[in-house]
T-cell receptor, first 115, second 115 residues
Framework: DTGVSQDPRHKITKRGQNVTFRCDPI?????LYWYRQTLGQGPEFLTY????????KSRLLSDRFSAERPKGSFSTLEIQRTEQGDSAMYLC?????????????FGQGTRLTVV | AQKITQTQPGMFVQEKEAVTLDCTYD???????LFWYKQPSSGEMIFLIY??????QNATEGRYSLNFQKARKSANLVISASQLGDSAMYFC????????????FGKGTTLSVSS
């Protein structure tokens, strides 16, 4: 297993277009997280799944954002009607449990640029 | 509310020297976990070290150690014998299981190691 993988690594889109990112977690991990990281900031939590259930969503996740994790495997994050403020690195992470001492393993992220 | 503060935007160190990266946290929950991640220019967040709030001893992982001072709510990362490959962004993060599963990150510290 090569870890968490994200596709694409980079995406440039015009304002108003829809974009979709994919995350493949480590295969035995039941938890999957999406974070957003803007320049000069730490990652900010967007949402997480336990298996196929989306259990928590941040208030950062506006109604233009939707995430799915069908069958509890890979996940997609879609942004509709993109805005320039959506330009950021979108990071996916997975973990096996959610106890206090369980580290999350991150992918290399998808860098979105909205022009 | 939970919060992580990293007050050093940038740190500079010579190869083979030790360096301390500061982190303070704020939570009223007695059960929490503290993490340090490294983010090289490639973008991936790499887990370095973990400290639980009930752990009696400071965590160590190879050249990394965590100076945990609970009363001062600080969790500084110490890197001994710095290497050129340590140049990266370093993030302190906290998970409070009673407040959700997400990691809360600080703004990060950029470490530059020179020869």
């Amino acid at each position: 297993d090569t870890g968490v993988s994200q596709d694409p690594r980079h995406k440039i889109t015009k304002r108003g277009q829809n974009v979709t990112f994919r995350c493949d977690p480590i295969s035995e991990h039941n938890r999957l997280y999406w974070y957003r990281q803007t320049l000069g900031q730490g990652p900010e939590f967007l949402t997480y799944f336990q298996n196929e259930a989306q259990l928590e969503k941040s208030r950062l996740l506006s109604d233009r954002f939707s995430a799915e994790r069908p069958k509890g495997s890979f996940s997609t994050l879609e942004i509709q009607r993109t805005e320039q403020g959506d330009s950021a690195m979108y990071l996916c992470a997975s973990s096996l449990e959610a106890g206090g001492n369980t580290e999350a393993f991150f992918g290399q992220g998808t860098r979105l640029t909205v022009v | 509310a939970q919060k992580i503060t990293q007050t050093q935007p940038g740190m500079f160190v010579q190869e083979k020297e030790a360096v301390t990266l500061d982190c303070t946290y704020d939570t009223s929950d007695p059960s929490y976990g503290l993490f340090w991640y490294k983010q090289p220019s490639s973008g991936e967040m790499i887990f370095l070290i973990y400290q639980g709030s009930y752990d009696q001893q400071n965590a160590t992982e190879g050249r990394y150690s965590l100076n945990f001072q609970k009363a001062r709510k600080s969790a500084n990362l110490v890197i001994s014998a710095s290497q050129l490959g340590d140049s990266a962004m370093y993030f302190c993060a906290m998970r409070v299981p009673g407040a959700g599963t997400a990691l809360i990150f600080g703004k990060g510290t950029t470490l530059s190691v020179s020869s």
